[in-house]
């Protein structure tokens, strides 16, 4: 079997979910081989004979082996500004890489002028016309010595910035291997397929799709017996662990899927009822030290949706052996100042957290299960701990006005010290949510894939006025224009925790 990462996501760290499929499948004597074609096609579409002549892509060409070496060098991530020219200038030379098809490739983007990942037609059309992705002359080489001798292609579709490119490989891998199978899985996948109603497009060209965990499935059709063994520690060793765009190896480990609270009232977790499960905290803090004494990652990226505060004593009392960071919530835990230091001592370097509003009554309407007051007293614990804090906040949902959106303004002035970083997202209503059917939601969509809809807002608090705001308000207030400028170019908080010590 031959499990895909198709292009583009990040390439900053190696991809998590075919490393633990390989480990599960390898558990069972099941022969199994990892591409992350993602790296793999962004570092070959950076070598190609520059198209562009303007002097930014020009300089960008020129300077293409000491910016990628720039990037894996922990010396760069001293020097914000020289950090920020070369991911600026590697993602030019991308963005160069693609106009005759007229696909954009970035760091952490795909974008084509036509054909949207919202929409199956497009994703047929691409697998249609696969020769012309920009990826093409790429995967069609490698692709043959990759899949030699392999009778099952498994394709881990993640983000939208991956669909145009899956679809144009598997395309492409139905008309050169007729006789493979061809599986599609990963998370985007599951969304589809948990989508109520769902009716499979791609029947003709995939011949599985997978919603959820792969292992069982893939393990069932490999002919594999016995019971299903869910978990192994991921394996990386067969990915090019050095190519990585990082200054050394970004561990990802997901301890649990799902969410432990799972309340959040806009939360697309929830909205598709995943359900929450997680490893015994023993055995994923075992995991973690094991695959730190092998692998001696610089920065462990732990993926869950909301760490558990039992596995946050869990690497108290028994540090992984590297720095980490991941998503927390604001719970009683980080209240306590002792507790917050003890976090440091574990290697937490910072912390993710969505606070989504300064308001305590859009707060709860959303039920955050966060009391504002705790939430102080948490940032204040952090900051005086050494960890740095990534804070996420939501604008424009059904729950929240223009009025407490400035209360949410007021909030981040007055903790401005405490917040290292800020992400603001505007809101987007899961389509097939509980509070999709409580409002008036509007027919507009973007496509038959899309997993959100336009809602009319009950006061009148619309996207057109939440941006405006943004824009001329909140992004302006110099304490926030000044927590936005830490923020690292288009990898944001994938690379946030190198720069947490200079915040
Ligand atoms: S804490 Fe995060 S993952 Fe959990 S329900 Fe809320 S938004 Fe969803």
Redesign the pocket.
Known sequence: MLLIFPPVAKPSEPPAGIARLASVLHAHGIPCRLLDANLEGLLWLLEQPLAATDTWSRRAGKNIARNLAALRNPQTYRSPDRYGRAVKDVNRLLATAGPEQGAVVGLADYQHPRLSPLRSADLLAAAERHEENPFFPWFSARLPEMLDGVRIAGFSLNYLGQALGTFAMIGYVRQQFPELTVVLGGGLVTSWVKRPGWRNPFGGLVDHLVDGPGEEFLIGLSGGAGECCHHAPPEFDSLPLRKYLAPGLILPYAASSG?Y????T??P??AEGNAYRSLPVERAVSDLRDLTARTGPVLIHLLD??ISPALLRGLVERPPGASWYGFA?FDCELADPDFCRALKRSGCVMLKL?LESGDQGVVDRLN?GIDLVTASRVLANLRQAGIAVYLYLLFGTPAETEAEARRTLEFVVRHRDSISFLNRALFNMPAFGAEAAEHDVEPFYEGDLSLYTAFRHPRGWDRTKVRRFLNNEFNRHPAVAAILRNDPPLFTSNHAPFFAGTR
């Open positions: 969410c609270w799972n309340g959040c806009f939360c977790e929830r949706n909301a919530r969505g955050k």
